[in-house]
């Protein structure tokens, strides 16, 4: 048993020898010489591309520094161009961005309840501007007018009427596609009068 656990040790001390006398022989990556006459050409590329002007923009450069073996210094490899163009940028976080996007349209008070939840309690419709009075669930009464945002749907009033006002919402289905829907909110009558 001890002699398997010694010719084992030995063998993978052979190997570790001949893989670093291995390492040694090989050449690894590019030569410092090969390094600096590359980049004395892809210098003397750009100084002749701004000399020659127009027509000679960043791609046209890239193109140009580009090597056929597809070895050059931060050059694409083979046929393969990368464009960010009208790509977000990978390292920004959409977290953040969907922020920015909803902190430029602040909810009111009753784009934070659904339609269906709001009661409307009366409404001053024969004016030059109609305005109604619609309740949150906790009581909380508001006075809406004609184009004001209303309900979580990015839903708006439409027409405020004798004992009725129209809401109308916009949903996104499942497909992807939007619909519309309108809903008549009127006021109720009491029970006991």
Same mark, same amino acid.
């Not at 040694?24 to 000399?51: F, H, L, P, S, W």
């Not at 090597?67 to 161009?81: E, I, Y």
């Not at 906790?138 to 004992?163: F, H, L, P």
């Given at each position: 048993?001890?002699?398997?656990r @010694?010719g084992v040790? !030995?063998?993978?001390?052979?190997a570790?020898?001949?893989?670093?006398?291995?390492?040694? &022989?090989?050449?690894?990556?590019?030569?410092?010489?090969?390094?600096?006459? +590359?980049r004395?050409? *892809? *210098?003397?590329? /750009? =100084?002749?591309?701004?000399?020659a $002007?127009?027509?000679t $923009?960043?791609g046209?450069?890239?193109?140009?520094?580009?090597t056929?073996?597809?070895?050059g210094?931060?050059?694409?490899?083979?046929?393969?161009v990368?464009s960010?163009?009208?790509? /977000?940028?990978? @390292?920004?976080?959409?977290?953040?961005?969907?922020l920015?996007e909803?902190?430029g349209?602040?909810?009111?008070? !009753?784009?934070? @309840?659904?339609?269906?939840? !709001?009661? !409307?309690?009366?409404?001053v419709? &024969?004016?030059?501007?109609?305005?109604?009075?619609v309740?949150?669930?906790?009581? +909380?009464?508001?006075?809406?007018?004609?184009?004001d945002? *209303?309900? %979580? &749907?990015? #839903?708006s009033?439409?027409? *405020?009427d004798d &004992?009725?006002?129209?809401?109308?919402? %916009?949903?996104v289905?499942?497909? #992807?596609? =939007?619909?519309?829907?309108?809903?008549?909110?009127?006021? /109720? /009558?009491? =029970?006991? #009068?």
């Amino acid at each position: 048993m001890r002699g398997g656990r @010694f010719g084992v040790a !030995l063998l993978v001390l052979a190997a570790v020898a001949v893989g670093s006398v291995a390492c040694k &022989n090989e050449k690894t990556g590019v030569a410092a010489a090969d390094y600096e006459k +590359q980049r004395a050409e *892809i *210098i003397a590329r /750009r =100084q002749a591309a701004k000399a020659a $002007g127009p027509g000679t $923009g960043a791609g046209a450069v890239a193109q140009r520094e580009s090597t056929p073996s597809g070895k050059g210094l931060g050059g694409p490899l083979g046929d393969a161009v990368y464009s960010s163009e009208g790509k /977000r940028d990978p @390292f920004r976080s959409f977290v953040l961005d969907r922020l920015k996007e909803l902190a430029g349209h602040t909810k009111g008070p !009753l784009e934070q @309840f659904d339609v269906g939840q !709001l009661t !409307l309690h009366g409404v001053v419709w &024969n004016a030059l501007r109609p305005r109604a009075l619609v309740a949150d669930p906790s009581g +909380q009464v508001y006075v809406v007018r004609e184009g004001d945002a *209303i309900g %979580t &749907n990015e #839903g708006s009033v439409v027409r *405020i009427d004798d &004992n009725l006002m129209l809401v109308r919402e %916009t949903y996104v289905d499942a497909m #992807g596609e =939007q619909t519309t829907k309108e809903t008549e909110m009127r006021v /109720r /009558r009491n =029970q006991e #009068g």
